[in-house]
C-alpha cells in the first residue's frame, strides 16, 4: 500500500470539482484531484446546463469560459401559470447585464475546465476510485484504487465534490423526494423566441424551455410512472402532449430528440463540513432544478470555499477554525436556494383552485414592481449573497 499525503484532496472531477482545484491552483498548496472515471472528458452526458449570469463571471476568473462552444445567452426569462393570466418578465436589460444567463452543453463546460486544470499545478489522478474517508490525527484520510493498487493519500482538508454516496453511510443526508422525475431532450418549434426562456408552472410540476442553438432544451416535469410512460410514447404523441401542456406562444413543436429521465428530490447533508472535510455540490445539495438553481450554487460553493483555504493557509487548512468560517459563508446563500426552489415546487405543483388565484396575483404584482423584480433576478443570478 503505497502512502501520500497533500494540503487538499478534492473527491470528484467533475465541475464542481475542477472549478475548486483552479482557484487553488499557483498558490504554492499541493493540490491532488481523484476522478473514478477513466477520462479526463466526460463526452456522454446528455444534460444542457442553464448557467447564471454569477457563475459566468467566476467561470471567467477561472479562464474557463472565453474557450467554451456552443452557448447560447437567455436575454429574457418569461414566468407563467398554466390556465392563469399571470405572468412575470425578467429582462438583462433592466438588470443591466449582457445576459440572465446561458444555456450550454455539460460536456462543452467539463471540457473547458478540464483544460484549465491540466494548465495547473493540480495532481489529477483519473481512474481513481475512493473506497474510504476518514479522519484521524488531525488530517484526513482517503483510500483509493488505482491501477490495481491500493492506495492512501493523507490530506489536511479533503473535499468531497462527487455526489455525496462516500459518506451516506455513516452520515445520511435528509431526502426529499417530491414524486416527480425529470423528462429532458432538446425540441425544435415553428417560432422560436430567440434569447428567451419560459419557466411554466403545472399543477404536475413545472415545465423549462431553455434557448439553445436551434430550438430549446426541455426540463418537463411529471409524477415518476407518467414520466416513464412518456419515454415510451413517439415522437408525434410527445409532441402533442407538449402542445397541450404549453401553448402555442412558441409556435408548433415540430421535433424531438433523445428523450432522457431522472428522479427529482431534494437532498442535502446534514452539515457540510466533518473534521478536516467539507461537502460542496450535489454532495451538500441536490435541488430540485426549477429555477435553475443547483449547480449554479455548486459553482459558488467551489468559490468560496477556495476563498476560504487561502485565507486560513498555510498553518490553518482544515482546522476546525477554517470549516467553521466556510459553515457561516455558505449559511444564507445554501438555506435561501433551498428554501427557494423547495418553496416554488410546494407552492406551484397542484391544482388548488384558490392558490391559483393567489400564485397568478402574485405573479402579476411580482411583474409590476420593478425593484421587487430586480431584487429577485439578482439573487436568482448571484445567490442569497448578491
Known amino acids: ?6 494540503d487538499v484532496a478534492i473527491i470528484g472531477g467533475g465541475p464542481v ?24 472528458i466526460n463526452t456522454t452526458d446528455p444534460r444542457a446546463l442553464a448557467l447564471s449570469y454569477g457563475t459566468r463571471l467566476l467561470l471567467q476568473r477561472l479562464h474557463a469560459w472565453d474557450t467554451i462552444p456552443n452557448v447560447s445567452a437567455i436575454a429574457t426569462i418569461e414566468v407563467t401559470q398554466k390556465n392563469s393570466s399571470g405572468r412575470t418578465t425578467l429582462r438583462a436589460q433592466e438588470m443591466r447585464v449582457d445576459a440572465m444567463g446561458y444555456v450550454l452543453p455539460y460536456t462543452a463546460l467539463h471540457a473547458a475546465l478540464q483544460q484549465s486544470l491540466h494548465q495547473s499545478d493540480v495532481t489529477c489522478l483519473y481512474g481513481a476510485t475512493v473506497s474510504n474517508l476518514s479522519s484521524t490525527n488531525g488530517e484526513a484520510v482517503i483510500t483509493y484504487q488505482h491501477q490495481g493498487q491500493e492506495h492512501v493519500l493523507r490530506a489536511r482538508l479533503a473535499v468531497v465534490a462527487e455526489g455525496g454516496k462516500l459518506l451516506e453511510a455513516t452520515h445520511p443526508p435528509k431526502i426529499t423526494d417530491y414524486g416527480q422525475s425529470g423528462i429532458i431532450a432538446h425540441v425544435t418549434v415553428s417560432q422560436p423566441a430567440e434569447g428567451k426562456a419560459f419557466e411554466h408552472f403545472t399543477p404536475q410540476g413545472p415545465m423549462a424551455l431553455l434557448p439553445y442553438l436551434d430550438g430549446y432544451e426541455l426540463v418537463l416535469t411529471a409524477a415518476h ?24 406562444r412558441v409556435g408548433i413543436f415540430t421535433s424531438v430528440g433523445k428523450r432522457s429521465c ?40 467551489a468559490w468560496e470555499l477556495a476563498q476560504v483555504i487561502l485565507d486560513h493557509a498555510p498553518d490553518n487548512i482544515g482546522t476546525a477554525t477554517m470549516c467553521a468560517a466556510y459553515r457561516k459563508s455558505r449559511r444564507i446563500d445554501r438555506n435561501a436556494g433551498i428554501r427557494f426552489t423547495d418553496g416554488l415546487v410546494r407552492l406551484f405543483s397542484n391544482d388548488m383552485p384558490l392558490l391559483g388565484h393567489v400564485r397568478s396575483a402574485a405573479l402579476t404584482v411580482l411583474d409590476s414592481i420593478l425593484p421587487v423584480k430586480k431584487f429577485v433576478a439578482k439573487k436568482m443570478m448571484f445567490g442569497a449573497n448578491g
Open 1 to 6: 500500500m503505497n502512502d501520500q499525503s497533500c
Open 262 to 301: 431522472y428522479p427529482l428530490r431534494l437532498k442535502r447533508a446534514p452539515d457540510i463540513t466533518f473534521p478536516y472535510t467539507v461537502l460542496i455540490g450535489n454532495a451538500a445539495q441536490t435541488l430540485h432544478p426549477v429555477a435553475g438553481q443547483g449547480f449554479n450554487m455548486g459553482i459558488r460553493d
Open 17 to 40: 470539482g475542477a472549478a475548486l482545484a483552479i482557484a487553488l491552483q499557483g498558490n504554492d498548496l499541493n493540490v491532488v484531484l481523484l476522478e473514478a472515471r477513466e477520462s479526463a
Open 225 to 248: 410512472e407518467a414520466a416513464q410512460d412518456m419515454l415510451t410514447w413517439d415522437d408525434s404523441a410527445f409532441l402533442g402532449y407538449l402542445q397541450q401542456h404549453f401553448g402555442d
